[in-house]
């Protein structure tokens, strides 16, 4: 559901807009009239009180600042409910002027006809760290802009390791024998999960790397067809864990969000998740450290580049002023901004900003330069949350019914052909 709907007042950064210089407004056909308001989806709440929320309330408020002839009206809005609500109302002409959007559903969204291309201006900004062909829809126009980057990583409990007089794995059969020496101790020795109530988020992504390490395509001639050796080294993957007692006692209703809280409450001893976790987990839970992804039989350990984007609604009547805050969004003024709050920046420019010449940058440095290096982007396909809900279904048959993993593999891509 739309949880919050405001409009920000800009009175009190004033000052900041003195540091925005050469950001005054320049009038656009999409604001002839007058000032133009736009509806702007986004799942964070900026009253909320988290570096993420602190820095996208900043940056509205800067935008604003800078462009006194443009409002935001932001909308707080889950990505399961943009998913549901975007097709609907693009159909009714009622679509946000923009909106963030996980990228690996882009291509289905745009297939639903939730966005309208991105105006010509923004060919001209040139400096993306990866290609962003692949936010494009089924025409091969692209709809959406990256707005931060992730990949995966594997996260590991450096306390429980040495307990149990581990090593950090670098192969997936390492990481089986280590998460059972863990389990043996009393904790969860790989924790992820097969809930399908938040988009099965973790299974999904897990995946997703996993895939693009072992150079396994998920569709031909439009048909999922990863049900291959490839494909079913992950199912033994994670029947493995399973014959080690690894999993969570949860596992079939764990979620990326308590995969993660376990990881930071120290009763989770490895994982595979995103990015986005490392500097958070850096302050609060300074024993839960991050390496390049465990290697399978065959591959390597670059992963999947995701993340969210920013595009804009279909019949947008303000293409121009949504795209000049886009523009804005994704530049060097506002991801220097996003990045105190642990996102990683993705244009190049940005890294111009002297906040990244400070040692409070250097982890998201590091984890640019990981992202840049360790990972790619993937052109996904159209129904890409069938494909998660599948492997969510038939990670929970690997659990209850101790089906193989070739037998998991197999049934999510048949589920996902449905």
């Known amino acids: 559901m739309i949880k919050k709907r405001w ?30 308001t736009l509806n702007y989806w986004d799942f964070i709440d900026p009253t909320q009180d988290n570096p993420r929320a602190h820095a996208l309330k900043e940056n509205l408020a800067n935008f604003e600042a800078a462009n006194p ?30 909106f963030k959007m996980f990228s690996p559903v882009v291509p289905q969204m745009a297939a639903a006809g939730a966005y309208t291309p991105l105006p010509p201006a923004a060919s001209k900004v040139t400096d993306w760290l990866l290609p962003t062909s692949n936010l494009a829809g089924p025409d091969g126009k692209q709809v959406a802009e990256p707005y931060e980057y992730r990949a995966c990583v594997l996260y590991y409990n450096q306390k429980i390791l040495d ?31 097969f809930s399908d109530t938040d988009n099965a988020a973790i299974i ?37 864990l399973r014959d080690a007692n690894a999993l969570g006692k949860n ?27 490392i500097l958070t987990f850096s302050k609060t839970a300074p024993d839960v450290k991050w390496a390049s992804l465990p290697t399978a ?37 506002a991801g220097a901004t996003m990045a105190t709050g642990g996102e990683v920046p993705t244009r190049a420019s940005t890294y111009n900003e002297s906040y990244f010449s400070t040692p409070e940058a250097d982890i998201t440095n590091a984890i640019a330069k990981y992202v840049e290096s360790n990972s790619e982007p993937r052109n996904y396909p159209l129904n890409w949350n069938t494909l998660a809900q599948g492997l969510a279904s038939a990670g929970q048959s690997l659990v209850l019914n101790g089906i193989s993993g070739t037998e998991f593999i197999k049934s999510a891509q048949d589920s996902a052909n449905k």
């Open 297 to 333: 039989s065959t591959g390597t350990d670059t992963g999947t580049t995701f993340g969210w984007t920013l595009g804009i609604g279909a019949g947008s009547k303000h293409v121009d002023a949504a795209w000049k805050f886009i523009e804005y969004m994704t530049g060097p003024d």
């Open 251 to 277: 596992v079939v209703s764990d979620s990326y969000g308590s995969v993660a809280d376990g990881l930071a409450n120290g009763t989770v001893a490895m994982a595979v998740l995103g990015t986005e976790r």
């Open 163 to 193: 307990q149990i007089g581990a090593e950090v794995p670098t192969t997936y059969d390492q990481v089986v024998d280590v998460a059972g020496k863990a389990a043996a101790a009393g904790y969860t020795g790989f924790g992820t999960g």
């Open 69 to 98: 002839d443009i409002k935001i009206n932001l909308s707080v809005v889950s990505l399961g409910d943009m998913l549901s609500r975007l097709p609907q109302a693009a159909a009714a002409g009622t679509a946000p002027d923009v």
């Open 7 to 36: 409009s920000l007042a800009l009175a009190f950064v004033a000052a900041g807009a003195v540091l925005l210089s050469g950001c005054a407004p320049t009038p656009d056909s999409s604001n002839s009239d007058g000032p133009v």
């Open 204 to 240: 999904g992504t897990f995946f997703d790397c996993f895939m693009t390490q072992t150079g396994q395509e998920l569709q031909k001639d439009g048909k999922y067809d990863f049900a291959t050796a490839k494909g079913a080294e992950f199912g033994d993957f994670l029947a493995g």
